[in-house]
């Protein structure tokens, strides 16, 4: 009888262990809007994220990981999808997903449907029509559901300026429109910035949470001690809306640093043998009413609002990394960190006054370049990967790392193979992409291509970038060949990491160009 004993007691450890091993991952999805990699782990001592630098310093860091498209909305529709932009043909800031692309998968979507309770809250699914309810278990979180600090109600777009407040309250009911709406926000907004209600930065001394961020860390931490009680696996995605425009982070944050010792952008100037297409006017940054009276006749702002935007842009991230701070922190407080998975990582890059460059729009570094982190459980973190991936990437690695099959359909590949030390690298290359010669109105509240005529292709490799500037009809896939190729760029980052030259039209550089065409070929015009 003893033995009989022991031999059930040996299989049902057995089996308990075997059941453990394969116990599904919850995932944290931490997505931050225009989060370059100023980072301290990116390699920026005078940037203050000790959160960020921690969590990279347990995880693995992508030194070299690339948006498709760096504006916000063609960005997350192709990694929250995991395809690209010319697959979810989304371009714009308008266009919504569903249009489009009305049977496709998201990746809160599909790990609801392999059992997860998801929940997202903050600027997450931008560019789907009401955060996509059927990505979620839950209804979507939005800023006038968070709970405010005592005394504070939700922003007066973006702000907490009693003045601004009175102002944007006063809007609501005489302007006949949703504010929320194209047509309502551009009234809206408008009207602010006449008004001179429209600062580009905001310095006041109020709590994290009388803004969304802070007040989404709350709720965050909230739905983690629910999560914990109810024991259900999640899928948890929070989208923190700073460092993007405008600048507000409680004044704690700006007060972390000295204006006077901010360095300004190295190269402020257009790229030797680029072409105009290659540049935007900063129309972003001017939206807002103390932009333009700023700016020269070239566009270019004067030093002390330069130093007064990269000042909020670092007190930003700053404000950013306490938060990630606070959930990390009560993540493992619940001991939950040992079975979820945690991803942070950027939309897309953001200019700070390269090539006389604001904001993002554009096929440069600075623009297509972001932050990508990645801890887990199963995973010996603490070191740095160098190799080019993409943001198309993250579906099909969230999958692998969090136990449930990985769709078979998707653009990018699997990181695990990195992240387990198997592979120093999965492809050669990343592509990002950018249209030009748009009509400006409808670049904004239209739809690309229907009136834009020119699409530039980056390929960028461990050393090169190379940019094609293709003409044609962007829904004609066949259209695309060689001839089509109207104006280059060629980037050469081992001798010129500031892009202060293109070298497409170099003798030395033609079989360099050649293979990226043909990668290019490979990727958009024959698949």
Not at 190 to 196: D, E, L
Not at 247 to 262: A, C, S
Request: some cysteine; glycine content about 6%; overall charge negative.
């Amino acid at each position: 009888m003893i033995r009989i004993y022991l031999f059930f007691l040996v299989v049902l450890i057995i089996g308990c262990s075997q059941k453990n091993s394969y116990q599904k991952k919850n995932v944290l999805f931490i997505v931050v809007d225009d989060l370059k990699p100023l980072i301290g782990s990116y390699g920026y001592g005078d940037i203050i994220s000790p959160n960020i630098d921690k969590l990279a310093s347990e995880g693995v860091l992508f030194s070299k990981a690339y948006a498709q498209q760096a504006i916000c909305t063609a960005s997350r529709m192709s990694f929250i999808t995991g395809k690209r932009p010319d697959y979810t043909k989304i371009w714009d800031l308008s266009t919504k997903l569903r249009e489009t692309r009305p049977d496709i998968t998201t990746i809160p979507q599909y790990f609801k449907e392999n059992g997860y309770e998801t929940v997202g809250m903050g600027k997450v699914m931008h560019g789907a029509s009401n955060n996509d309810p059927q990505s979620w278990t839950m209804p979507f979180i939005s800023n006038e559901n968070f709970d405010y600090a005592d005394g504070y109600k939700m922003p007066a777009n973006l702000y907490q300026s009693p003045e601004i407040h009175k102002k944007w309250d006063s809007l609501q009911t005489a302007l006949d429109a949703d504010p929320n709406a194209d047509r309502g926000w551009f009234a809206v907004n408008s009207i602010m910035k006449s008004a001179g209600l429209r600062p580009l930065t905001e310095n006041l001394d109020v709590p994290d949470n009388a803004y969304a961020d802070g007040a989404s860390t709350f709720k965050t931490i909230e739905l983690l001690n629910q999560f914990k009680k109810e024991n259900k696996n999640f899928f948890l995605t929070v989208g923190f809306q700073k460092p993007h425009l405008p600048f507000t982070p409680p004044k704690k944050y700006w007060d972390l640093y000295d204006r006077n010792k901010i360095d300004l952008a190295e190269f402020q100037k257009k790229s030797d043998g680029s072409p105009l297409e290659a540049y935007h006017q900063s129309g972003e940054l001017r939206n807002y009413h103390d932009a333009e009276p700023s700016m020269d006749e070239n566009g270019i702002v004067n030093e002390d609002k330069q130093r007064e935007l990269i000042h909020g842009y670092m007190a930003s991230v700053s404000f950013i990394d306490a938060q990630l701070g606070l959930i990390l922190n009560h993540l493992k407080s619940l001991g939950m960190d040992k079975n979820t998975v945690v991803i942070f990582f950027g939309d897309h890059g953001w200019h700070l006054g390269d090539h006389g460059l604001w904001n993002k729009h554009s096929n440069f570094e600075e623009a297509t370049r972001t932050p990508l982190i990645f801890k887990s459980p199963d995973i010996e973190g603490g070191f740095i990967n160098d190799s080019p991936v993409e943001l198309l990437d993250i579906f099909p690695t969230i999958c692998n790392l969090a136990g449930i099959p990985i769709p078979e359909d998707l653009d990018g590949v699997s990181l695990v193979p990195i992240l387990d030390k198997k592979s120093e690298s999965l492809k050669e290359f990343a592509i990002s992409q950018y249209p030009r010669r748009c009509n400006v109105m409808r670049s904004v509240i239209g739809r690309y291509p229907d009136d834009c005529t020119l699409m530039g292709y980056a390929v960028r490799n461990d050393r090169y970038r190379y940019i094609a500037w293709v003409s044609g009809n962007f829904e004609d896939r066949s259209s695309f060949n060689n001839d089509k190729i109207i104006m280059e760029e060629l980037y050469d980052y081992e001798i010129d990491p500031l892009e202060t030259r293109s070298f497409s039209l170099d003798s030395d550089y033609q079989k360099i160009k050649e293979k990226m065409i043909g990668n290019l070929r490979g990727v958009i015009w024959e698949n």
